[in-house]
């Protein structure tokens, strides 16, 4: 299983950027997949996770940011808009050898098994 992340840059606050996550040897749309985020010297934080329909955002980019999947392209992406300095970290998308993950630890990066490798976003003040 290979995911290849994509779309990340230099914005100022305010703008907007989108993520892709490109996945292959694994269906998005048959498991729980989600984005995650490191700040540098912070930990990995959740940021989103989508399940067919069902949607979780983590409060801190609720309202800005919208993960959605197109089944067709077997891509993941993050809508990120009205982005805050804060934003700024290296951007991972990942997914499960499972099924659908269990909601109370969709929030955790251990219930993964596939990561990407990363997409900077910078969000300049």
């Known amino acids: 299983v290979q995911l290849q992340a994509s779309g990340g840059g230099l914005v100022q606050a305010g703008g907007s950027l989108r993520l892709s996550c490109a996945a292959s040897?694994?269906?998005?749309?048959?498991?729980?997949a989600a984005w995650f985020r490191q700040a540098a010297g912070k930990e990995r934080e959740f940021v989103a996770a989508?399940?067919?329909?069902?949607?979780w955002y983590a409060d801190p980019v609720k309202g800005r940011f919208a993960i959605s999947r197109d089944n067709a392209e077997n891509t993941l992406y993050l809508q990120m808009n009205s982005l805050k300095p804060e934003d700024t970290a290296v951007y991972y998308c990942?997914?499960?050898?499972?099924?659908?993950?269990?909601?109370?630890?969709?929030?955790?990066?251990?219930?993964?098994?596939?990561w990407g490798q990363g997409t900077q976003v910078t969000v300049s003040s």
């Open positions: 990942a997914t499960r050898s499972g099924g659908r993950a269990i909601v109370g630890v969709l929030r955790s990066d251990a219930t993964y098994d596939y």
């Open positions: 040897g694994r269906t998005f749309s048959e498991t729980t």
């Open positions: 989508i399940y067919w329909s069902s949607k």
